[in-house]
């Protein structure tokens, strides 16, 4: 049968955009999760003939798992737009943020690709940071966990590192790097190591002014921080803290 969406109530048009979602979503992960077990069973030859994934039926599982998942999504965002229209005194409306704000655009696209990466897809979540990456010069990585009410102001430049945890209630500005200080590498077979904490803790109601670099795994903003602008950070802040630059000393001269 073919719907007229314009005719659709709210409800039945975001029903068949979800639908239309999970037709493309299905056989994507069909294919990545294919790849996968066939790395698996390479890897573990010796008992493929007793526990073998079917991609076919863990593409619907994980993809029936994204959908559950985007009304909490939703809430989220809902909460980020609020933290946007209270945080930017330009912002005249919601609707505003909404429409105009590439902070939301990018964050919201985070939330979902997030949930992807949870489930352990792994390419169809970097393709849409990248997407989010190249129309907002933000790059947050899906694996970064994010809290509500999360703001980035203007937005230009700001790196966000796989295993960043943010806390609720955060803000940052343009420039801002949350980032690895170092890559660990094998001593045998000098390959990079993977799956270890590499970037910050940025806990509740913490703000970053722009051109900040916070570097480490073990490095943590406390709650109720302030972080200047340019400032670099490779060590852990305490809770309530103000850090900034010594004040520069600019020479002024009148030009005859």
């Known amino acids: 049968m073919w719907y007229n969406t314009r005719s659709m109530t709210l409800t039945l048009r975001i029903g068949s955009i979800v639908r239309k979602a999970l037709a493309l979503l299905h056989p994507c992960a069909y294919g990545e999760l294919g790849v996968i077990n066939a790395e698996k069973e390479i890897a573990e030859s010796l008992q493929r003939e007793f526990k073998l994934l079917c991609p076919e039926r863990d593409s619907?599982?994980?993809?029936?798992?994204?959908?559950?998942k985007l009304p909490e999504i939703k809430r989220l965002v809902e909460t980020d737009v609020q933290a946007a229209y209270e945080g930017d005194p330009a912002a005249t409306s919601p609707m505003e943020v909404v429409m105009a704000y590439p902070g939301l655009y990018a964050v919201t696209v985070h939330r979902l690709a997030h949930e992807l990466y949870k489930l352990s897809i792994p390419v169809i979540p970097r393709i849409m940071s990248e997407i989010a990456h190249s129309?907002?010069?933000?790059d947050i990585h899906p694996g970064a966990t994010i809290g509500e009410r999360f703001f980035i102001d203007h937005g230009t430049g700001v790196v966000i590192g796989e295993t960043t945890v943010i806390g609720r209630n955060v803000k940052l500005y343009?420039?801002?790097?949350?980032?690895?200080?170092?890559?660990?590498?094998?001593?045998?077979?000098?390959?990079?190591?993977k799956g270890i904490k590499r970037h910050p803790n940025v806990e509740d109601n913490v703000v970053i002014y722009a051109g900040a670099t916070i570097l480490g795994g073990d490095t943590t903003?406390?709650?109720?921080?302030?972080?200047?602008?340019?400032?670099?950070?490779?060590?852990?802040?305490?809770?309530?803290?103000?850090?900034?630059?010594?004040?520069?000393?600019?020479?002024?001269?009148?030009?005859?």
């Open 60 to 68: 619907e599982a994980l993809a029936a798992k994204f959908v559950s």
């Open 135 to 138: 129309k907002t010069g933000i």
């Open 174 to 193: 343009q420039g801002v790097t949350l980032g690895a200080k170092s890559f660990a590498k094998d001593p045998v077979t000098g390959a990079l190591v």
């Open 221 to 256: 903003i406390g709650h109720d921080s302030e972080i200047g602008g340019s400032v670099w950070l490779i060590s852990s802040v305490p809770p309530n803290s103000r850090v900034y630059n010594k004040a520069p000393s600019p020479v002024i001269k009148t030009i005859c």
